[in-house]
């Protein structure tokens, strides 16, 4: 069989509500991060037609200046969307047990809430503008060092995919 190269896809998009308040740290060299967990609700009818109701969690990871966005932006109930990819971390407790979590490196987030005032944050990826942003329009903000260790091809490989 010819060598096939399959091509690496890591893109994950989900939107919902924010369960708790974000959480901001800054790593020691003073990289800003901030950690929240998004619950995603889907209906369906069950085998007996009932309307029923089943809730995802996910936890969700940010970092640079979409984590300050997020850190300015959201709080507990705040409906958003994020686009990024699946990682996976392993630690070991402080008891000396291995953990594990699979969670989302957030590329983009949507705020979907509406403002209550106008703000100065730019509305793009990396089109920034010095409008405000009517306050019922949501706000995107992207991270925009996410793909800086990505190869040409992958990079490729995003943008066609209207990334």
Known sequence: MADLKMPEMN??????????????RQTT???PVVNFTVASNRK????????????????IVAWNK????????????SAVLVD???????????DGHNRSIVEIKARRVQFLNKRGR??????????????????????TFT???FDRFLTDEESDLLKNNGH
Do not use: M
């Open 143 to 145: 991270d925009e060092s």
């Open 66 to 77: 979409l984590a300050d966005s997020c850190r300015d932006r959201l709080k507990r109930g």
């Open 84 to 94: 990024g990819e699946l990682q996976s971390r392993n630690w070991k407790t402080d």
């Open 118 to 139: 106008l703000t100065d944050l730019s509305v793009s990826d990396s089109n920034h503008s010095d409008e405000p942003v009517p306050e019922d329009e949501p706000s």
């Open 11 to 24: 893109s994950v998009i989900i939107a919902g509500n924010l369960t708790k308040d974000p959480i901001f």
């Open 29 to 31: 060299n003073g990289t």
């Open 44 to 59: 369906f009818r069950d085998s007996e037609n009932r309307w029923q109701e089943d809730v995802c969690y996910v936890g």
